[in-house]
C-alpha cells in the first residue's frame, strides 16, 4: 500500500527489455536509506519488487501484466519516474489509499497554468468513467490527486505548486501518457453493481423498505 506522497523523483539508469518482462534500474537517494531487497516500491504508481540495489541505485522487476496496463513500455534511459516507498502502518495517511494497481492509461487532453496552481485535463481509460466522482481520490502517475471536475470520460485536476515543483508532473506535456489508478472502494463498488442479476430500481429499493 502507498499514500500517493511522492517522496522522490529518481531517473532510470538502465532499462533491459526481455520478451515478458522489463528490469528497470533507477538512480535515486532518499529512498534507498531503508530499502532492501524484496521491497516494495511505487514507480510513477506501479507497485514493483526490488530485486538488487545498490549505494545509488535499485533494480525492480515488471512483468507482462504490468507491461499491458502501463506507461512502462514507454520509458527510456534518462527518463523521470516519480518515488514512493510502501506505508507504514504507524504513518499518517496524507494522501488516500493507493494499491499500486494501474487500472489503465489515460492522456492529458489540456493542461492550464493558473496564478498559483496548474489545472490537468485528463482522457480516462474506456469503460472507466463510473469509477470517478467530483471530490474523489485518484491517482496519476502515483501521485494522489482530487477530482476537481467530472465529465463523461474526463476528469479535471487542480495540481499545487509543491506537487508540481517535487513529482514528475512538471515535465508532463498535452498528449502525455500517465498511469491511472482509481480509487479501490470504487471499484469494489462497480464490481458489485456489475454482478448484480437485476439493476437497481425504485420498485426494487421499495421492496426493501426504502419508501418513506
Known amino acids: 500500500m502507498f499514500t500517493g506522497l511522492i517522496e522522490e523523483i529518481g531517473i532510470i539508469e538502465n532499462l533491459a527489455r526481455q520478451q515478458d518482462k522489463i528490469n528497470l534500474t533507477i538512480k535515486a537517494k532518499k529512498?534507498?536509506?531503508?530499502?532492501?531487497?524484496?521491497d516494495s516500491i511505487s514507480i510513477n504508481g506501479i507497485c514493483l519488487t526490488i530485486i538488487d540495489i545498490k549505494t545509488n541505485s535499485f533494480t525492480a522487476q515488471a512483468v507482462k501484466e504490468t507491461m499491458g496496463k502501463s506507461t512502462v513500455l514507454n520509458w527510456q534511459n534518462g527518463d523521470f519516474v516519480n518515488l514512493e516507498r510502501a506505508m507504514k502502518i504507524?504513518?499518517?495517511l496524507g494522501g488516500h489509499i493507493?494499491?499500486?494497481?494501474?487500472?489503465?492509461?489515460?492522456?492529458?487532453?489540456?493542461?492550464?497554468?493558473?496564478?498559483?496552481?496548474?489545472?490537468?485535463?485528463i482522457i480516462l481509460p474506456q469503460g472507466t468513467k463510473t469509477h470517478t466522482?467530483?471530490?474523489?481520490?485518484?491517482?496519476v502517475d502515483g501521485i494522489?490527486?482530487?477530482i476537481a471536475e467530472k465529465t463523461?470520460?474526463?476528469?479535471?485536476?487542480a495540481v499545487i505548486p509543491h506537487t508540481l515543483n517535487n513529482t514528475?508532473?512538471?515535465?508532463?506535456?498535452?498528449?502525455?501518457?500517465?498511469?491511472?489508478?482509481?480509487?479501490?472502494?470504487?471499484?469494489y463498488i462497480q464490481n458489485y453493481i456489475d454482478g448484480m442479476q437485476k439493476p437497481l430500481t425504485e420498485s426494487k429499493l421499495k421492496s426493501w423498505g426504502y419508501d418513506k
Open 144 to 146: 494522489s490527486l482530487t
Open 90 to 92: 504507524n504513518d499518517r
Open 31 to 38: 529512498i534507498l536509506t531503508d530499502s532492501k531487497v524484496d
Open 98 to 121: 493507493v494499491q499500486g494497481h494501474i487500472d489503465g492509461i489515460g492522456t492529458i487532453e489540456k493542461i492550464t497554468k493558473l496564478s498559483e496552481t496548474v489545472e490537468l485535463k
Open 168 to 187: 514528475i508532473l512538471k515535465h508532463k506535456k498535452v498528449k502525455d501518457k500517465v498511469n491511472i489508478e482509481f480509487d479501490f472502494i470504487a471499484k
Open 133 to 139: 466522482i467530483e471530490k474523489g481520490s485518484i491517482a
Open 152 to 157: 463523461d470520460n474526463r476528469i479535471l485536476v
